[in-house]
């Protein structure tokens, strides 16, 4: 089997509509979005019994909520019910926001970060549930609603809350959008990664040189995989090397030139080229006689 597998992130209440479509498309997994709908109004049992249902040997990935529990009571029992429910559907995976108070700076937001984070880490840590924080934001001194978006917050917050329940929801695209270097960005942080999300970015570095990154003129665009500017063999090697089993789920939506009716037709070439990058597109183990002389991988 791969060690990564890689699906794509669809709205929960219309995945049992969504599944059976896409898995005759050579999807392996799916992560839920849980954005849209608030856990009163979702029976969670019926919820996951018809997801299961039509996934036809899949796996749900990641169940995903992406809103501000820093100051939030609501989103903090929507978080809290995921963890509770993320075992009715196979899953141990919550994607999240940090969440932030925009009045203050990331430093400053720290002991709230601890009072909200300490509890639903040991919440997730009971269900066997690990939660990795989206990265994307701003703010460093104030108007923060996410914090969890560069390495100098991750620092911050991961000494604050020192629980093995709590990583990173990476992906290259948040790296490039604050001119940093993914590749070095996930050298130093591949070990803290427990869900990938695919998308991409692109750098117009020539409006960059000219304008500069504080103008009207749009330096930076969120992509497909394979249509922007990362080589991702490079981003699962280093995942594989720092011993990264999970998923890599294409987060589409927001790619500016193929979305609409060409949204799902760029998702299935992305689908393509991260299994190749990942190592391939078809597992075959064989023939088993010989392997060569590097012996087992694992």
């Known amino acids: 089997m791969f060690d990564i597998q890689i699906g794509t992130l669809i709205p929960a209440m219309q995945a049992e509509a969504i599944i059976p479509q896409l898995n005759k498309k050579g999807f392996e997994c799916y992560a839920l979005d849980f954005n849209a709908v608030r856990p009163s109004e979702i029976d969670?049992?019926?919820?996951?019994?018809?997801?299961?249902?039509?996934?036809?040997?899949?796996?749900i990935?990641?169940?995903?909520?992406?809103?501000?529990?820093?100051?939030?009571?609501?989103?903090?029992?929507?978080?809290?019910?995921?963890?509770?429910n993320a075992g009715k559907f196979g899953c141990s995976v919550i994607g999240a926001f940090a969440g932030g108070n925009p009045e203050k700076s990331i430093p400053d937001t720290m002991p709230e970060f601890r009072a909200v984070w300490e509890p639903l880490a040991e919440c997730a840590a009971e269900h066997g549930v690990k939660i990795g924080f989206e990265g994307c934001g701003g703010g460093w001194f104030g108007g923060s609603t996410n914090?969890?978006?560069?390495?100098?917050?991750?620092?911050?917050?991961?000494?604050?809350?020192?629980?093995?329940?709590?990583?990173?929801?990476?992906?290259?695209?948040?790296?490039?959008?604050?001119?940093?270097?993914p590749i070095m960005q996930l050298r130093h942080w591949a070990k803290r990664v427990v869900h990938l999300h695919g998308k991409d970015c692109t750098i117009a570095w020539d409006v960059v040189r000219e304008y500069g990154i504080r103008g009207p003129h749009a330096y930076v665009w969120n992509r497909t995989p394979g249509f922007g500017d990362n080589n991702w063999s490079d981003i699962f090697t280093i995942l594989l090397q720092n011993g990264f089993t999970g998923s890599c789920d294409i987060e589409g939506y927001h790619d500016p030139v193929h979305y609409d009716d060409m949204e799902w037709t760029a998702q299935v070439e992305a689908l393509g080229y991260l299994k190749r990058c990942r190592g391939g597109t078809e597992y075959f183990p064989g023939p088993t006689e010989y392997r060569g002389y590097q012996g087992k991988r694992r």
């Open 44 to 59: 969670f049992s019926a919820l996951a019994d018809g997801i299961l249902h039509v996934l036809d040997g899949r796996t």
């Open 61 to 84: 990935s990641c169940l995903g909520f992406y809103k501000n529990p820093i100051i939030r009571e609501e989103d903090r029992a929507h978080l809290t019910a995921l963890i509770e």
């Open 147 to 181: 914090i969890a978006y560069c390495p100098d917050a991750w620092e911050l917050m991961f000494d604050a809350v020192p629980s093995p329940a709590l990583g990173l929801e990476w992906e290259p695209c948040h790296a490039l959008e604050g001119l940093a270097d």
